[in-house]
T-cell receptor, first 114, second 111 residues
């Protein structure tokens, strides 16, 4: 009963470096999403996926790419890290597309870009 | 545009006293409303949700929330606060497939 697993838990990057934040869920959830959490701004949606092979942008997608080759995995790629991307990143999944299902969240990745 | 507002950045309450964390929403149609709690260095955990039906929703750890359609509110309540309730609380709402989160309210319960 792992739920949503995110790796790594902590990461420090230099400006311009790239990296991939991993997210995997074992609940056979259709819908997965990535959020970033910044002080005073709550959670903002970066990208989401309604199923394998289908992804779309959220409200703050610039600088991030995603793909969804399997139902279980939804990695988030930072192509060229910038200090503005210093944040805590959460992956979340839910059973269906409807908001009524609510999310299961991973434990987060704390990213610092220097 | 849909929005969820948590008007208080922080709520302070003494242990044993009742607590209220406020949330108001602007969602077209019938809203789905949620409360999540986040402990330090942890992910968000589900507390309770309102989908339809009874306006008073009971959730985990003795928390409850009241859906008030006329005031577009979904305030989180607990009759008797515990020090262990100290955490960051998020309200979220949506109507179709998009869930909007509030900015969070830090609850501090003093012993």
């Amino acid at each position: 009963n792992a739920g949503v697993t995110q790796t790594p838990k902590f990461q420090v990057l230099k400006t311009g470096q790239s990296m991939t934040l991993q997210c995997a869920q074992d609940m056979n959830h259709e819908y997965m999403s990535w959020y970033r959490q910044d002080p005073g701004m709550g959670l903002r949606l970066i990208h989401y996926s309604v199923g394998a092979g289908i992804t779309d942008q959220g409200e703050v997608p610039n600088g991030y790419n995603v793909s969804r080759s399997t139902t279980e995995d939804f990695p988030l790629r930072l192509l060229s890290a910038a200090p503005s991307q210093t944040s805590v990143y959460f992956c979340a999944s839910r059973m269906g597309q409807g908001a009524r299902y609510g999310y299961t969240f991973g434990s987060g990745t704390r990213l610092t870009v220097v | 545009a849909q929005s969820v507002a948590q008007p208080e950045d922080q709520v302070n309450v003494a242990e044993g006293n009742p607590l209220t964390v406020k949330c108001t929403y602007s969602v077209s149609g019938n809203p789905y409303l949620f409360w999540y709690v986040q402990y330090p260095n942890r992910g968000l955990q589900f507390l309770l949700k309102y989908i339809t039906g009874d306006n008073l929703v009971k959730g985990s750890y003795g928390f409850e929330a009241e859906f008030n359609k006329s005031q577009t509110s979904f305030h989180l309540k607990k009759p008797s606060a515990l020090v262990s309730d100290s955490a960051l609380y998020f309200c979220a709402g949506g109507a179709t497939n998009k869930l909007i989160f509030g900015t969070g309210t830090l609850l501090a319960v003093q012993p």
